[in-house]
């Protein structure tokens, strides 16, 4: 098979949650066990950073391995959903894994993948981990999928775990309860191996700190370790001036990050506690922290992030898909100073809207829409129950003709915003 059909015969042959849904989704790491050990563990031959939550941690993810990068460190990256190419999911110092290693990887090892019959995320992480040994990287930075205690990459044990928040998202599938979804994430969590925990949320605080006690390992909660402030980028909606500082002893780092969302100030918190903690063990500067930051999107290819598409009219696309992280989005749309607002949205089928439609602005037109993926929801049902919401405008059935059509109502002073969905954002970066 060549890389094409390669391609067709993952996303048709093994099941993916990104496509159909948690109908994909496994509760054991019998699969992954399994391919692990066929493949000789490769994760045993570097080191690894662990990342699970809700929100933040594709961003953190990718701000940790920028730095890696800048301080000269070979560097892994694993990270889901893709936006516009599966390859984007396997990255060593910011290239993404070849063409014919995918095409290889899958030929080569036809016969395990048949016999396992593991999902597309267990398989896809095998493929991560044995590239990465064959690279020989110093380091990988590894992003859980939805969960942490079953999810297929938690057969690592890393020089930190790393948990941003715990939000309303997959609460079906990982417990039921906000608290349940918590006990899940800890499961990243390794004996003597300390853990960074983003953001303090009481309710949930002594959950993370049970189970550090139960590992032995030392407990780090960033937003009582380190403040960020960040400049509010007005209209021009990217390139924001940051300044993080180290509350214990008053010391202030400055720098520019060049992702415009508000959430980014508890990523970069996080991202400081983290390299506090591990910076013993490796050759970190404060400028390779910044020149990091600064270069995150050039050294990694990160998109989708409060990305800025267009200037006039000012277009605007995020990934935020939950209620955190829309609350965050929609506020900061709030403070632009713009005309007329415009808002491009789709959501997946299992969506629960009651959480995320009281958000939405009444005093903006929408133009509902669904992604290219079987998940994706009606738009005429969207329209329905966005109406329930005072939220009115039109359906399309495709993203393009729901940006089209966007930028042709719009004049030059106007803003859109495109999300809802990854997958919508995807349609349009």
């Avoid at 060593?92 to 048949?114: S, Y």
């Amino acid at each position: 098979m060549n890389y094409t059909q390669t391609l067709e015969y993952l996303f048709s042959s093994l099941p993916a949650y990104h496509r159909i849904g948690k109908a994909a989704y496994k509760n054991n790491l019998d699969n992954t066990l399994a391919l692990d050990s066929y493949f000789g563990q490769p994760h045993l031959k570097y080191r690894t950073i662990h990342i699970a939550g809700t929100n933040g941690k594709g961003s953190l993810s990718h701000l940790i391995a920028s730095v890696l990068q800048e301080a000269g460190y070979r560097t892994g990256l694993y990270t889901s959903p893709h936006l516009k190419d599966f390859r984007e999911r396997i990255k060593v110092n910011g290239k993404m894994i070849p063409k014919r290693e995918v095409a290889a990887f899958v030929n080569k090892n036809q016969g395990i993948i048949g016999s396992v019959n593991p999902s597309f995320f267990e398989m896809t992480a095998a493929m991560a981990f044995d590239y990465f040994a064959r690279e020989k990287v110093d380091i990988a930075v590894i992003e859980t999928g939805m969960g942490g205690r079953l999810d297929s990459t938690n057969i690592i044990t890393p020089v930190i775990s790393v948990i941003t928040n715990i939000g309303h998202d997959h609460l079906d599938l990982l417990g039921g309860s906000m608290e349940r979804v918590a006990v899940e994430k800890a499961g990243i969590i390794k004996k003597k191996v300390p853990v960074v925990i983003g953001e303090t949320q009481q309710w949930i605080r002594d959950i993370f700190i049970s189970r550090a006690n139960q590992t032995g390992s030392d407990i780090y909660f960033a937003d009582t370790g380190f403040t960020c402030m960040l400049k509010d980028p007005g209209a021009e909606g990217d390139n924001r001036q940051f300044v993080v500082k180290e509350l214990e002893v008053g010391r202030e780092i400055s720098g520019v990050i060049p992702l415009g969302g508000d959430y980014q100030a508890k990523n970069l918190q996080t991202l400081f506690q983290v390299f506090a903690c591990i910076r013993s063990g490796f050759n970190l500067s404060d400028s390779s922290l910044v020149e990091g930051i600064r270069k995150v999107v050039i050294n990694t290819g990160l998109k989708g992030r409060w990305q800025v598409l267009k200037r006039k009219p000012l277009v605007i696309c995020d990934t935020g898909h939950n209620r955190e992280g829309l609350e965050y989005v929609i506020r900061q749309l709030g403070r632009i100073r713009a005309g007329s607002l415009y808002f491009v949205i789709g959501f997946v089928s299992d969506k629960d809207l009651s959480l995320v439609l009281p958000l939405f602005p009444k005093n903006a037109k929408y133009y509902f829409t669904r992604a290219s993926v079987p998940r994706a929801l009606d738009e005429k049902i969207l329209q329905k129950e966005a109406a329930a919401y005072g939220l009115t405008g039109e359906s399309y059935p495709a993203v393009s003709k729901a940006f089209e059509a966007a930028v042709s109502d719009a004049l030059p002073a106007d803003l859109i915003f495109i999300g809802g969905s990854t997958f919508v954002v995807a349609e349009v970066v």
